[in-house]
């Protein structure tokens, strides 16, 4: 597949995005790291990178995500076109949050923007973030050290994650979705309602749809070779296609959106919890082991360790 070449992100947003941005700053941050070294530490072998995303330009970026320049560029972007304010966005995922999380997954997460603030969060929670690129998995990993957060990063796919069934009270995906296929979408909601205890929740912040398709000439000026596809699409139907109840969708300032979902509990679940709650107490341990979690019960029942 021939890389997207995008004219209107090299005459228009990459120059004004320079302008705004410390590059020598982000050059320094760059040549700090020994990207090769610390992305093989992180790199798993059983990993297969999908053609759809190793043969695409992102950002400007040539190679996309499994280019160190796009791990260390995202984050100073980011700050500027993710309006009104990045923080603010990605605080609307964190207040959509519904359940008591004690294991909480981040999809696609990227340089770790949205992991760390669920850890800030929910500081007692397992947090694990999850993503194709090891080279942004060693950018989250150094914001985490810097901000003193104990989160687990994983290289992944997260179409088959290889957790095990239930092994999540919180699902998240942040400003994934607009950068995959429909098809791929529609495998990582299956796959995070797999991974989900009943009653575990699953949200997801990214474009706003409806005004993605209402003003197309937006989607030219980022480059992004799969946002037309994502802007035609309806991700709360999507949601519930796989199983998912209680499906909401939130607009966020206009040009984003938060969907949340609960994967239900059948009566089965419902007295099973109950026998957890009268025998069984429950204690989390401080490590994860070969991503053998331990079953929890759903996180709606307010179970404590």
């Known amino acids: 597949m021939a890389v997207h070449q995008?004219?209107?992100?090299?005459?228009?947003?990459?120059?004004?995005?320079?302008?705004?941005?410390?590059?020598?700053k982000w050059r320094r941050y760059a040549d700090s790291i020994d990207w090769e070294k610390q992305s093989d530490r992180l790199r798993q072998p059983d990993v297969i990178i999908p053609s759809y995303y190793d043969s695409q330009n992102f950002h400007g970026v040539e190679g996309g995500y499994l280019n160190p320049q796009a791990a260390v560029s995202y984050d100073p972007i980011t700050q500027y076109v993710l309006l009104p304010n990045e923080t603010v966005v990605r605080q609307a995922l964190i207040d959509a949050v519904k359940v008591q999380p004690r294991r909480i997954l981040d999809l696609g997460c990227g340089t770790g923007s949205t992991t760390l603030m669920l850890k800030q969060a929910f500081p007692q929670a397992e947090v694990i973030g999850l993503?194709?690129?090891?080279?942004?998995?060693?950018?989250?990993?150094d914001k985490a050290r810097r901000a003193g957060l104990d989160i687990r990063w994983r290289h992944g796919n997260a179409e088959k994650t290889n957790f095990r069934d239930g092994a999540f009270d919180?699902?998240?995906?942040?400003?994934?979705?607009?950068?995959?296929?429909?098809?791929?979408?529609?495998?990582?909601?299956?796959?995070?309602?797999?991974?989900?205890?009943a009653g575990g929740q699953i949200l997801v912040l990214d474009g706003n749809q409806k005004t993605l398709h209402q003003l197309d000439w937006l989607n030219d000026i980022f480059e992004e070779p799969y946002i037309r596809e994502y802007a035609a699409g309806n991700l709360a139907a999507n949601i519930s296609a796989v199983g998912f109840a209680a499906v909401q969708t939130q607009d966020v300032w206009w040009v984003n959106?938060?969907?949340?979902g609960v994967k239900p509990i059948s009566s089965t679940d419902v007295n099973a919890q109950?026998?957890?709650?009268?025998?069984?107490p429950i204690s989390i341990d401080s490590t994860i082991d070969n991503n053998d979690l331990e079953?929890?019960?759903?996180?709606?029942?307010g179970i404590t360790a």
């Open 257 to 260: 959106q938060v969907n949340s």
């Open 131 to 141: 993503d194709l690129s090891p080279y942004m998995l060693v950018r989250a990993e």
């Open 170 to 197: 919180l699902v998240t995906a942040s400003l994934l979705f607009h950068e995959i296929p429909s098809v791929v979408c529609q495998a990582i909601l299956r796959e995070s309602f797999r991974l989900l205890v």
């Open 6 to 24: 995008n004219p209107m992100w090299e005459n228009f947003l990459s120059p004004m995005v320079r302008f705004l941005i410390d590059e020598e």
């Open 274 to 280: 109950k026998k957890v709650q009268q025998y069984n």
């Open 295 to 301: 079953d929890f019960g759903s996180p709606v029942f």
